[in-house]
């Protein structure tokens, strides 16, 4: 193939500056005050799509938010790889924490990222992610590079858990059918030690809330004779672990699949220094279930965790009352085989009995989905495997993410079709957080290497036949 990486060193400047314009929109799709905005960014998908070189851009309506599908074909008879992506971001709270707004980018230098990186809300998850791919695509069709046929479909719903995403699949599987899928919104786990992800975990997200007496009370006058929801809440959620943080759920464990010690100890030849993942997160040690080691307890165990609680009153000074309600959201991490049905079922099950008399418990399911395994001998992970050999000069590590991607499974569910991991972010990207950033060299490494999975995914399939 042509030489990629002379394309993006001459054209850096023009594709982190419209990377950065994409960026200046808030497109939250978990707040409808910015529905305005969220249209408008798959407005703009849809034109870069289009300037990159794919001869169909559609913005195709959802009970949602739309999802900007694209296609360049080139020969019926080649390949096909459908790529992946999401266009909508997480809410930027807490404001108070970044550095800089989160939707006014700006590019610093830091310890990890000498040449520079851009922060701002979905900087790495995922419009700087999904943007190499665009960015890629010209390259090849620019250079007439691409040897095979390319498919784009970028939501605005992933943050959300992605509703409307089956809604379409379903009604679109002849349009989009694929040999390879392609996602970038993982990480790996070094800029010098690349890696793919193989597996991901599986979500079960809940809400629960707890309540007492028909209306807030005067902590004086009635504390200590009713049950007050927030001490009762704390006291179930604390509940939900052992002292050695194994979740105590009835039949939780019952489908975890359990690594071989082989595996393990492949896990275990990934680079990793404990005291700098607790200097980087200004901790003085690690926390979590007895008898696994850190990256073991992030990728192939199942955890569960509460990701916001609140209730009564949190205003300046003090309001005495024991409130009516108490509230929390929980998140369920589960592992290949788990079901999250299921899980969602037995948690609703177990949290409504261990609750006390004199308060009433209501649980809500929000979103889940399975976790999901990637073959290593599968032809696409080879091909991704040669890609990162030709721009990274060594051969990349298979790697478990904790992180969840529902609708992997669901792809392979409803098109029959694996999905390939290419990450380029960094656990210090800070995704999901304040201060969310993207390397510059990963975004430009990104787009210098996926042209290369195209070209080693096409060779292959070519020698299947």
């Not at 794919?54 to 019926?76: A, N, R």
């Not at 009835?250 to 975890?256: E, I, K, L, M, Q």
């Not at 972010?425 to 957080?433: P, Q």
Request: glycine fraction near 8%.
């Amino acid at each position: 193939m042509k030489d990629a990486k002379n394309y993006v060193d001459k054209h850096q400047e023009r594709f982190l500056n419209e990377l950065i314009d994409l960026l200046k929109i808030p497109s939250i799709s978990a707040d409808k005050s910015y529905r305005d905005d969220v249209f408008n960014t798959a407005d703009a998908v849809a034109e870069r799509l289009k300037e990159a070189g794919c001869d169909t851009v559609e913005v195709c309506e959802t009970p949602g938010y739309p999802i900007v599908y694209g296609e360049k074909l080139i020969d019926k008879n080649l390949p096909t790889i459908l790529v992946y992506g999401h266009y909508d971001v997480q809410p930027p709270d807490p404001l108070n924490l970044w550095d800089s707004a989160p939707f006014e980018p700006v590019i610093k230098k830091t310890d990890l990222h000498p040449e520079g990186a851009i922060f701002a809300r979905g900087a790495c998850d995922d419009k700087g992610q999904m943007y190499m791919h665009v960015k890629a695509l010209e390259y090849m069709t620019q250079n007439d590079d691409l040897p095979c046929n390319v498919k784009f479909m970028i939501e605005g719903e992933e943050e959300v858990g992605s509703e409307n995403l089956g809604w379409f699949i379903s009604r679109n599987q002849t349009k989009l059918a694929n040999d390879v899928i392609l996602i970038s919104d993982t990480g790996m786990i070094a800029k010098d030690t690349p890696s793919i992800t193989t597996g991901l975990r599986g979500l079960s997200y809940v809400e629960v809330e707890v309540t007492g007496p028909n209306r807030d009370l005067h902590s004086g006058l009635y504390g200590g004779a009713v049950a007050n929801p927030i001490n009762v809440l704390t006291k179930m959620i604390a509940s939900l672990h052992d002292e050695d943080n194994h979740i105590t759920i009835p039949g939780f464990y019952d489908d975890v699949e359990e690594l071989s010690s082989d595996e393990r100890n492949k896990m275990a030849e990934a680079p990793f220094s404990l005291e700098n993942y607790q200097k980087a997160l200004d901790i003085e040690s690690v926390y979590g279930e007895v008898g696994y080691t850190t990256n073991e307890r992030n990728s192939i165990r199942p955890t569960l965790d509460v990701n916001g609680i609140w209730g009564g009153y949190i205003g300046e000074g003090a309001k005495t009352v024991i409130a009516s309600k108490a509230f929390a959201k929980i998140s369920m991490r589960l592992v290949p085989d788990q079901d999250w049905k299921k899980i969602t079922d037995l948690f609703k099950t177990h949290f409504e009995s261990i609750a006390p008399k004199g308060v009433r418990v209501k649980v809500t399911p929000h979103h889940g989905g399975q976790a999901y395994v990637t073959p290593i001998d599968h032809i696409g992970y080879k091909a991704a495997e040669k890609a990162y050999e030709k721009t990274f000069g060594k051969t990349p590590i298979p790697q478990r993410s904790g992180g969840s991607i529902p609708i992997v499974s669901l792809f392979e569910k409803e098109l029959n079709s694996k999905t390939i991991l290419m990450g380029f972010g960094l656990d210090s990207d800070a995704i999901h957080s304040p201060n969310e950033h993207f390397g510059i060299w990963n975004f430009l490494k990104g787009i210098e290497t996926i042209p290369h999975f195209y070209h080693e995914f096409t060779k292959l399939k070519s020698e299947e036949k």
